[in-house]
């Protein structure tokens, strides 16, 4: 294919992708909005207020970039995990595996289409918390470019996901049983210092904590680790993810007999 | 000579250990109208799913328009349309953009799809229904969806897997005049269908596939030939008279001995038949064959 048509089908994947999600705005944009503004309401509002600062901020201020990046990872994530095996699912998927787009096209553009809607979801939640508190910016570019490169990890997580799975509850064990523990334990609502020795040597294994923190350090200027770790460790995993994820596509795992 | 579809010594081996290909060769002409027959299992999906890329084949090669779609996967699918047998479009996609998704999966611009799309999509007679959600289509628009699909990048083979299963006889009808213009524009067509007159009436060569091997590869012509024996069923205006026989002949006389059915082998003559009733002063109202000829051939290979 020619450079001019690879474009095509990549800006062609990743249009179908953002009009699916748009399209079910009720199933994919509206649910974390109320969620997240339920945690504002509750764990900021009325219990932040019992708590009392932490970082040098109020507890609302504090989980505003934890919760939204737990947004981010959880819809860039589930994005390309149902859109890829729902395509699995009901053979729509053949449609480009006929076509010339070659794989490390059909990764990227469901990957950046996760990544659109991850970033589209961390948006409305930000919006929305500006309702509840104001939000400090100390590092835009930090900011940006650790939520895109954490909604890039994830997504292609999502895909990895996504061509193992044989059945929706596949897609859904992951999110349930590993993403959401280690989002809540990568220091979403607390910092680490407040965890003894022992158990903040174990949080130091979750790579969440790193994206949760180097965003919080971008927006408010706080965090428990070295930021630079933090870019080091998402930028490692998006090259092996990536890697993983193209070598499954060239196999045809899953996808071809 | 450049073929259309080249296929040379294929094997496929199923993870399970099972071999749905034995080293098959296969050369379809350009422009071709090619069928593509065997019974359930013997290997004529996955040999169109190895041309498709949707079928990873143990070896062997496998070329289109002289395109080794190991070595140059891109130029060679750009040849090649599929319409498979089942249904594989994004049902919740409006009509109009599953033809024009697939375009930019060629690399074609939106412009130029929207114009085939709407060419492709009066052509079949679903115009009317581009807004609607593809899942809304009766079976029929399904699987005519999928040929507009198929065409929009204008290929040089158009590959149809059993495309007339479960649809009606006007639209089976109308969907072979589609099909048979294509050909006489140009396209190769190759079809695997389950109705052997379809075969009979539109294809010019023929391969037999049975238990991954191809047992029959010629002219359908040239197969009918070789039909030593055909059965035809007469239909009288008069009830034949008791202990008449037809010396030479197999007959079978029905109950109330109006309908005769008679084993004609290769060298005999029709005329025989209808000189013997034509003495009795008994007319043919009708006369048709048993089975389909390609059919009883069919069958003779297919146990062979």
């Known amino acids: 294919m020619k450079n001019s048509e690879i474009w095509v089908a990549f800006y062609t994947i990743i249009v179908r992708e953002i009009r699916r999600f748009t399209r079910i705005w009720p199933q994919t944009l509206l649910p974390p909005a109320i969620t997240m503004s339920l945690y504002f309401a509750i764990f900021g509002n009325l219990i932040g207020d019992r708590i009392g600062e932490m970082g040098g901020f109020s507890y609302m201020q504090y989980i505003v970039p934890g919760l939204i990046m737990m947004s981010v990872i959880t819809n860039s994530y589930s994005n390309v995990s149902s859109s890829f095996f729902s395509a699995k699912f009901q053979h729509s998927v ?7 787009t070659p794989n490390w096209v059909i990764l990227l553009g469901y990957t950046l289409g996760g990544v659109a809607r991850g970033l589209f979801v961390g948006l409305i939640v930000t919006i929305l918390s500006l309702f509840f508190t104001h939000l400090a910016l100390e590092n835009l570019f930090l900011t940006i470019l650790v939520v895109s490169l954490t909604a890039v990890m994830f997504s292609l997580g999502g895909f990895v996901n996504a061509i193992y799975a044989r059945s929706f ?36 294994l979750n790579p969440v904590l790193y994206m949760v923190n180097a965003f919080r350090y971008g927006i408010l200027g706080v965090s428990d680790i070295n930021v630079y770790w933090a ?25 071809r007999s | 000579m450049t073929y259309a579809i080249e296929i040379s010594d294929l094997k496929k081996r199923y993870e ?24 359930n299992g013997a290997g004529k999906s996955t040999t169109i799913g190895v041309l498709c890329s949707l079928v990873n084949k143990t070896s062997g090669s496998v070329s289109i328009f002289g395109n080794d779609i190991d070595k140059d ?57 581009k807004d609607a959600q593809s899942r809304m289509l009766s079976g029929g628009m399904k699987r005519r969806l999928m040929i507009a699909r198929a065409l929009i990048h204008e290929p040089e083979v158009l590959i149809l897997d059993e495309p007339t299963a479960g649809v009606d006889i006007e639209l089976r009808r109308s969907m072979w005049e589609f099909i048979k213009k294509l050909n006489e524009q140009g396209t190769t067509i190759i079809l695997t269908t389950h109705y052997l007159e379809e075969a009979e009436q539109l294809c010019r060569n023929i391969a037999i596939i049975s238990a991954g091997e191809i047992v029959e590869n010629t002219s359908v012509k040239a197969l009918l030939k070789t039909l030593n024996q055909e059965t035809f069923i007469l239909d009288l205006d008069t009830s034949l008279p008791a202990n008449w026989s037809l010396p030479g002949f197999n007959v079978v006389v029905s ?29 043919v109202v009708s006369m048709r064959n048993k089975s389909n000829r390609l059919e009883e051939l069919f069958v003779k290979l297919i146990k062979g």
């Open chain 1, 94 to 100: 053949q449609e480009l595996l006929v076509s010339p």
């Open chain 1, 231 to 255: 870019l080091v460790i998402v930028s490692v995993f998006i090259v092996v993810l990536f890697g993983f994820g193209l070598r499954l596509l060239n196999q045809g795992k899953g996808i």
């Open chain 2, 16 to 39: 399970g250990g099972f071999e749905a290909l034995k080293g098959i060769d296969l050369k379809v002409e350009k422009g071709d109208f090619f069928a593509l027959l065997g019974p």
């Open chain 2, 255 to 283: 109950k109330d001995a109006t309908t005769l059915e008679v084993e004609v082998v290769k060298g005999q003559s029709i005329n025989v038949i209808f000189k013997a009733l034509d003495d009795i002063s008994i007319n």
């Open chain 1, 169 to 204: 509850d596949d897609v859904s064990i992951v999110p349930t049983f590993i993403l959401t523990p280690l989002t809540y334990l990568g220091g979403v609502f607390y910092s680490i210092d407040l965890l003894p020795d022992f158990w903040q040597s174990v949080s130091m």
């Open chain 2, 73 to 129: 996967f891109a130029k060679a699918k750009k040849f090649l349309g599929v319409v498979p047998q089942e249904f594989n479009f994004n049902v919740f996609e409006t009509v109009f953009n599953v033809v024009v998704t697939q375009a930019g999966f060629y690399g074609i611009t939106r412009a130029v799809a929207e114009e085939r799309a709407e060419k492709y999509l009066k052509q079949l007679d679903l115009w009317d229904k």
